[in-house]
């Protein structure tokens, strides 16, 4: 059974609070009961920058839900929780400054605890350079105990994750939606292989249907478990790159393949290897980073 705190973070969420109203929920109580006091809570919101009527609105369906049902309907989806107040929860995660208070995960929740994993993201209209990439370097990143994280979409998360599990590996796949859908269609078959032989994660609510932005705040949650983002290929603008971002504020390592000078799809690794991203050439320009681990 879930305690107190885990109780009304999990009915908060359930009624649509955000992983950054819950923070700024905690930064004004550590144990969050003050949601329990109406006045309490109106006081919150008077004193936040969120909107009044959109947080009043969501605060009466908390206070509406209950937490057994919320749980019972948990379940029989096969959904499991992490939060992270609980040892489970993976400690490099823990370590970025908006992590998600919970984690919504269908599959084996032991991979979050993993000692090394690296994610590996790029162009969704990745080339066949980057399935070459994947040949190349997971099976030799598998033997060396690294588990591979990504956010199951076309392109490079797709061949990241398919050729891990092709070398028997572990991977984590993390969604930017909530469990109850999958995007895009065309890996909906490895999302359910994932489900039932790897782990697939999310910080929204099950219920919670893919939204545009969802994806770029998924992003910090892909390099935010890991030691080390890998980008096989990626434009000079491109979502891929903001995952590298994240990683930088992260102080994560951040390894690039370099392209051909003139190919759209090298411009974004190509600029970040002259910025200081470590080229990659082999697995072992990886694994070497790893063995501290």
């Known amino acids: 059974m879930i305690d107190n705190l885990q109780q009304i973070i999990l009915k908060l969420i359930h009624s649509g609070f955000t992983t950054r109203h819950l923070h700024s929920m905690l930064k004004y109580n550590t144990d969050l009961s003050f949601v329990n006091e109406r006045d309490e809570f109106l006081n919150f919101i008077n004193k936040s920058a969120f909107n009044f009527t959109h947080m009043l609105n969501m605060y009466k369906m908390y206070k509406y839900s209950d937490i057994n049902e919320i749980l019972e309907a948990l379940s029989n989806k096969q959904i499991q929780l992490v939060f992270y107040n609980q040892h489970t929860y993976p400690h490099h995660l823990k370590q970025i400054f908006d992590y ?60 990241a994750h398919l050729k891990t599990i092709e070398c028997n590996g572990n991977t984590i796949g993390v969604a930017g939606f909530g469990l ?56 000079e603008r491109s979502g891929s790159l903001i995952t590298v971002d994240q990683a930088i504020d992260q102080n994560r390592n951040v390894y690039c393949c370099p392209g051909m000078m003139f190919h759209s799809l090298s411009k974004g690794t190509n600029r970040r290897i002259q910025e200081g991203a470590k080229l990659v050439l082999s697995a072992r320009d990886i694994i070497e980073d790893f063995e501290e681990f």
Request: charge should be neutral.
């Open 180 to 235: 109850d859908f999958h995007h895009p269609k065309a890996t909906q078959f490895l999302n359910e292989r994932m489900r039932k032989e790897q782990l697939v994660i999310s910080e929204y609510y099950p219920n919670k249907s893919v939204k545009k932005w969802y994806f770029p705040e998924r992003n910090r949650i892909i390099s935010g478990l890991a030691q080390g983002v890998l980008i096989t290929e990626a434009e």
């Open 100 to 159: 998600p208070l919970v984690l919504f995960c269908i599959g084996d929740i032991s991979l979050l605890n993993h000692p090394k994993k690296l994610a590996i993201v790029g162009s969704r209209n990745a080339t066949s350079y980057t399935e070459q990439i994947c040949d190349s370097l997971i099976c030799e990143l598998v033997k060396s105990d690294i588990t591979i994280v990504s956010g199951m979409a076309m392109g490079a998360d797709y061949f």
